[in-house]
């Protein structure tokens, strides 16, 4: 069975400081990945998606950018993070028809 | 207007009741309906998928879709205080699709 891994579970940073989150998916190959953030009470906003190695689509212009070295690993980065970039980021992967989230890393920006 | 609207709750309802969840959309060419389960803190689980109309069941679980008044629902029979959370709707258009919308979810609290 596919299964799908983020870390770390919680961070807490500085403004200014980089970001690096990654996202690992086992028992599948060649899937679409997918990178979101979940502000406290608002919904799922996409941020990046990949449908292969080295292929990132960016939806939502900003101070992240995403890569995808591996076939199964998805990297969302950051060089400088804002106070605005807290909150809940959620790796998936999808299938043709559906998509599968990971266990999300909270990101809290001092 | 957004493409998907979702009354964010929350819903009180006490323990074995019936709860019926619901989505409304406006983009005609959704073909596929998620429902998903998200407990505080974690990542959303998938719960339910449907393509097209019509009505799928899953133990005490019932997806329905009506296409023509563009509407989903979700049905959760002999609710439990387990399922407590917050229920995401998601759907797509034609199959291969890189990009889902979501619902911006309805918190559920079934009281013991």
Known sequence: ??????????????VGSPLSLECTVEGTSNPNLYWYRQAAG??????????GIGQISSEVPQNLSASRPQDRQFILSSKKLLLSDSGFYLCAWGTSDTQYFGPGTRLTVL | QKEVEQDPGPLSVPEGAIVSLNCTYSNSA?????????????????????Y????????RFTAQVDKSSKYISLFI???????????????????????YIFGTGTRLKVLA
């Open chain 1, 42 to 51: 608002r919904g799922l906003q996409l941020l990046f998606y990949s449908v």
């Open chain 2, 52 to 59: 097209s109309s019509g009505n799928k069941e899953d133990g």
């Open chain 2, 77 to 99: 029979r002999d609710s439990q205080p387990s399922d407590s959370a917050t229920y995401l709707c998601a759907m797509s258009g034609t199959s291969g699709t890189y990009k």
């Open chain 2, 30 to 50: 959704f073909q596929y309906f998620m429902w998903y389960r998200q407990y505080s803190r974690k990542g959303p689980e998938l719960l339910m998928y449907t």
């Open chain 1, 1 to 14: 069975s596919q299964t799908i891994h983020q870390w770390p579970a919680t961070l807490v940073q500085p």
